[in-house]
C-alpha cells in the first residue's frame, strides 16, 4: 500500500481549521472511498478528480482501491475546494511527485475535467488559518492569488492547471500568472450630504449615528429623503482599520464576492429588498451555513427600505445580533458563528399608502389598516433601536432658500472622526471602539456619571423607557457630548438624548 498527505483548510462558517488529506492506494478492489464527513459536492470529487487526473496526462486513477481520509474525521467538511489536495495526495501516492514540498503546503481550488484549476470560495480566511498555524505557503488557483496575498507572513503559489500543480511540486518553476488588477474606479460622484436639502433634525440624527455607531430609524411619506439620507451614511463613518478591513474581507472571500488586491477600507453598505428571505438576510443554508446581508453589512450599515413590508420571521431574526453583534446559525452537522456588528437603518412610511398625517382627507387607509401597518415592526424590534426621527415634507420655497446651502459628507465626516477619536482614548482601556458598544455596567460603573440622570428615572417611572431604552439613552447622551467636544455628558444632552430616542421634536431641545 501506498500513501501521500497534504493539507487544506475547512471552514465551519469563518472557523477555518487545517484539514489532513490522506490518500491509501492499494489492498482491494478498484473503488474510491471518501471518509471524514464529506458534503455532496465533496463526494462528487472522486468523479471530478478521476477525470481531471486522466485529461492532465499525469497518468489514470490508481486501479486500486482508493482510501481518501479527511482528518479530523469528526469536523463536518463541505465545499469543492479539497479538490487539489485530493490530487495532491494522489500524486505523492502514485510516485508522480514527491512528498517534501506538500509538508509545509496548504491547498485550495476545484479542478475540472480538463485538468483546469477553477476559483473557490473561501480562500482569504483559509490562507488565514494556514498563515496562524505557520503554514509557509500556499498553493491557490490563479484567480485568487492578489486575494490570498493580503496576508502576510505566507508565500502565495498560483496555478491553473495540475500540470502546473505537478511542476510546482517537482521544484520546477512555474510562470507566474495574476489576476487583471482592479479596473480605476469609474469617477462617479460619491453620494453626498450637499444633496439633501433641508431635514435639519434628519440630518443631524444621521450624523448622532455615525459618531456613535447607533441603529436609526427614519419615518416619513414617500419622497421626504429617507432613502437619501441612509445611503449618505457610509459617506460620513470612518475608514476601517487593517483589522477590521481584513474581517469584512474574509467575508466577501467566503461569500464567493470579488476581493481585490487592496483590502476595502470603506465601510460596506448592504440594502436588501423587503422580498428576501430569513437565510438570505441573517445567513443560511441546509449543511453549513453561508453569511447572510447582516454579515456583509459588518463594520457597515444594513439598510431595510420599506422596514413594514419585511417579513415578520425576517424582522425578529434581527433581535439576537443586534444586541451580541454576532450571529449564531445551528444545523444538524455544524454550528457556523458570522460577525453581525452593523449599524440598522430602518425606512418606513406612516402608513400602507403613506400619506397619513400630509393634509385633510389625503390618507386612504382605514385606522385598523394603519395600526396594523405600524405593528409590523414589533415592539422588541423598536426597542433596540437608539435613534427614531420623523422626516416632513419641505415646501418648494424652502428648498429653494437652502438649495447649495447644506453641509457636505466632508464636513460632517470630519466632525464625526473627531467623535470618534473622543471616544476611542475613553474606552479603549475598557475595550471598546464605540458608545454603542459598551454594556450598561460599564457605562453606569466604570464611566463618570452624567448629569441630568434624574431625567431617565422620571421616564422609566412613566413608563417611557425599558431598561434597555435607558442604556440607549445614555450611550447617546455620550455621543451628543463626543460631538460637543465635552468632558461628560450634560442635562441638556441627557434631555436630546431622550428626545432621538423617543422620536420627539429635537429642535427646540438643541436651540434650548
Not at 463613518?237 to 478591513?245: F, K, N, R, S
Request: net charge neutral; glycine share 10%.
Amino acid at each position: 500500500m501506498r500513501l501521500g498527505r497534504a493539507r487544506s483548510v475547512g471552514l465551519v462558517g469563518l472557523q477555518a481549521t487545517l484539514v489532513d488529506v490522506e490518500a491509501s492506494v492499494g489492498g482491494g478492489l478498484p473503488r474510491t472511498v471518501i471518509v471524514g464527513l464529506p458534503d455532496a459536492a465533496l463526494n462528487e470529487a472522486r468523479e471530478r478528480c478521476r477525470a481531471a487526473l486522466g485529461n492532465s496526462g499525469l497518468g489514470t486513477w490508481p486501479q486500486h482501491l482508493v482510501t481518501i481520509n479527511l482528518s479530523p474525521a469528526s469536523l463536518p467538511k463541505a465545499g469543492t475546494h479539497f479538490d487539489l489536495a485530493i490530487l495532491a495526495a494522489i500524486l505523492v501516492a502514485s510516485d508522480v511527485v514527491p512528498q517534501l514540498r506538500l509538508d509545509d503546503s496548504v491547498l485550495m481550488g476545484e479542478v475540472g475535467l480538463d485538468g483546469s484549476v477553477r476559483p473557490v470560495r473561501g480562500v482569504l480566511p483559509a490562507v488565514l488559518r494556514a498563515a496562524e498555524a505557520g503554514v509557509g505557503h500556499a498553493i491557490v488557483p490563479w484567480h485568487h492569488v492578489r486575494e490570498a496575498r493580503l496576508v502576510e507572513g505566507i508565500t502565495v503559489h498560483g496555478v491553473g492547471s495540475l500540470q502546473e500543480l505537478a511542476a510546482l511540486l517537482r521544484g520546477a518553476e512555474v510562470p507566474e500568472r495574476l489576476p487583471d488588477a482592479d479596473p480605476e474606479p469609474v469617477s462617479l460622484r460619491e453620494p453626498d450630504l450637499a444633496d439633501v436639502a433641508g431635514q435639519l433634525e434628519a440630518r443631524w440624527a444621521i450624523e448622532v449615528a455615525a459618531a456613535g455607531g447607533h441603529h436609526l430609524y427614519l419615518k416619513g411619506p414617500p419622497g421626504v429623503g429617507k432613502t437619501l439620507l441612509a445611503e449618505r451614511l457610509p459617506g460620513i463613518l470612518p475608514d476601517l482599520g487593517a483589522a477590521e478591513a481584513l474581517e469584512v474581507a474574509a467575508i466577501r472571500s467566503l461569500s464567493g464576492l470579488h476581493v481585490g488586491s487592496e483590502l476595502p477600507r470603506r465601510p460596506p453598505f448592504a440594502s436588501p429588498h423587503h422580498s428576501a428571505t430569513v437565510a438570505a438576510v441573517v445567513g443560511g443554508g441546509s449543511a453549513i451555513p453561508q453569511p447572510g446581508a447582516i454579515s456583509l453589512a459588518h463594520r457597515g450599515v444594513l439598510f431595510l427600505d420599506e422596514a413594514p413590508e419585511f417579513s415578520a420571521r425576517t424582522l425578529e431574526a434581527l433581535r439576537t445580533p443586534l444586541e451580541s453583534g454576532r450571529i449564531e446559525l445551528a444545523r444538524v452537522r455544524a454550528v457556523a458563528s458570522y460577525p453581525a456588528r452593523f449599524q440598522l437603518v430602518l425606512a418606513a412610511n406612516p402608513c400602507p399608502c403613506g400619506q397619513s398625517g400630509l393634509r385633510s382627507n389625503a390618507c386612504t387607509c382605514t385606522p385598523m389598516a394603519v395600526r396594523r401597518y405600524g405593528e409590523r415592526l414589533s415592539g422588541p424590534i423598536l426597542d433596540r433601536i437608539d435613534i427614531t426621527q420623523t422626516l416632513r415634507p419641505m415646501t418648494q420655497a424652502y428648498l429653494r432658500a437652502a438649495r447649495g446651502s447644506a453641509e457636505s459628507s466632508a464636513v460632517v465626516a470630519a466632525r464625526v472622526a473627531s467623535a470618534r477619536a473622543r471616544q476611542l482614548e475613553r474606552l479603549a482601556p475598557l475595550g471598546y471602539r464605540t458608545n454603542a458598544e459598551v454594556p450598561g455596567p460599564v457605562l453606569r460603573q466604570d464611566l463618570p456619571r452624567p448629569g441630568g440622570v434624574a431625567l431617565l428615572d422620571q421616564a422609566v417611572t412613566r413608563g417611557l423607557l425599558s431598561a434597555r431604552g435607558v442604556d440607549k439613552t445614555m450611550r447617546l447622551a455620550w455621543t451628543i457630548a463626543d460631538l460637543a467636544g465635552a468632558a461628560k455628558p450634560r442635562q441638556t444632552d441627557v434631555q436630546l438624548a431622550l428626545a432621538m430616542r423617543r422620536g420627539d421634536e429635537i429642535e427646540e431641545v438643541r436651540c434650548g
